[in-house]
């Protein structure tokens, strides 16, 4: 079954900490990943996607990811955290998309709350 | 206005009301979504509409009604609710790239969400 986990329900880092959020999927096919960050009260921001190539990819806000299909994992990192981005955090994945039926369809993991320390 | 727009952003109803979320997109995307975000569990996609046309009703109970009128524009009528439906509902959009093989990769566009809490 296609899935994803986030192992970390709350992760807490002290600014200026470095961040790593993790995310491991199950999937069938040629995964599309994805991160995405949702703000208290708001929507959910695309922070970075993979497709292909180059399986290190660079988000907004100096978020990075890295696709590592042995481990079918695709972890978010970023160097120097910011208390603005206290915030969730979701992965997800998804396939090609064909019209008039559910394959691409994004499937999200859970969610990582993200707290950072003054 | 840009981006996805949803009203209202806080909804209170009884079980016996009918109200409904309304969802506009200002990209010209060719797909919306609704997505229900309860709290503890991943988002749940509810319906896909591509062209307008609904592709995907995701085993959804009937008090939830979607509505597609044209591309931009998304509605979910809502009636007779139970609490258990309060959660966050989001709307969202894509472009769907028609290939050769009819495929593409599915980059969603979220909007705010509306909140909804049923008494």
């Known amino acids: 079954a296609q899935s994803v986990t986030q192992p970390d329900i709350h992760i807490t880092v002290s600014e200026g900490a470095s961040l790593e959020l993790r995310c491991n999927y199950s999937?069938?096919?040629?995964?599309?990943l994805f991160w995405y960050v949702q703000s208290p009260g708001q929507g959910l921001q695309l922070l970075l996607k993979y497709f292909s190539g180059d399986t290190l990819v660079q988000g907004i806000k100096g978020f990075e990811a890295e696709f590592k299909r042995s481990q079918s994992s695709f972890n978010l990192r970023k160097p120097s955290v910011h208390w603005s981005d206290a915030a969730e955090y979701f992965c997800a994945v998804g396939g090609l998309r064909n019209y008039g039926g559910s394959q691409g369809n994004l499937i999200f993991g859970k969610g990582t709350k993200l707290s950072v320390k003054p | 206005e840009t981006g996805v727009t949803q009203t209202p952003r806080h909804l209170v109803m009884g079980m016996t009301n009918k109200k409904s979320l309304k969802c506009e997109q200002h990209?010209?995307?060719?797909?919306m979504y609704w997505y229900k975000q309860s709290a503890k569990k991943p988002l749940e996609l509810m319906f896909v509409y591509n062209f307008k046309e609904q592709t995907e009703n995701n085993s959804v109970p009937s008090r939830f009604s979607p509505e597609c009128p044209n591309s931009s524009h998304l509605f979910l009528h809502l009636h007779t609710l139970q609490p258990e439906d309060s959660a966050l509902y989001l709307c969202?959009?894509?472009?769907?790239?028609?290939?050769?093989?009819?495929?593409?990769?599915?980059?969603?566009?979220f909007g705010a969400g509306s909140r909804l809490t049923v008494l």
């Open positions: 969202a959009s894509s472009q769907v790239r028609l290939g050769s093989n009819r495929s593409g990769a599915n980059v969603l566009t």
């Open positions: 999937y069938g096919a040629t995964p599309y």
């Open positions: 990209l010209g995307h060719n797909a």
